[in-house]
Nanobody, 113 residues
Framework: QVQLVESGGGLVQAGGSLRLSCVAS?????MAWYRKRPGKTREPIAI???????QYGDSVRGRFTVSRDNAKNTVYLQMNSLKPEDTAVYYC??????????WGQGTQVTVSS
């Protein structure tokens, strides 16, 4: 079973940037970043295929960039132009519909206005 560890979150002012990392204990294929905002269910926001093709949700397109380093079994999420509504716990995992790994603890991102 692959273990996932997210990191890189923190407190940032609106308009700022953060870079999240997701390190897997083994090889990974297609991956997604998810977030759980207060009072809402966890939602996928970005997907990256094993070959590097990307997809984004409407709420983050143009501001967030997902990338990966297959040699390090690591997926990244560069978040720019952050907004208060981006405040959430961020997770990585396989995309819904694929075999999900055990969820990591996530990393908290808080954007102040």
């Amino acid at each position: 079973q692959v273990q996932l560890v997210e990191s890189g979150g923190g407190l940032v002012q609106a308009g700022g940037s953060l870079r999240l990392s997701c390190v897997a204990s083994g090889s990974i294929n297609d991956m997604a970043w998810y977030r759980k905002r207060p009072g809402k269910t966890r939602e996928p926001i970005a997907i990256i295929s094993g070959s590097g093709r990307t997809q984004y949700g409407d709420s983050v397109r143009g501001r967030f960039t997902v990338s990966r380093d297959n040699a390090k079994n690591t997926v990244y999420l560069q978040m720019n132009s952050l907004k208060p509504e981006d405040t959430a716990v961020y997770y990585c995992n396989a995309p819904y519909g694929r075999h999900l790994h055990s969820w990591g603890q996530g990393t908290q991102v808080t954007v102040s206005s």
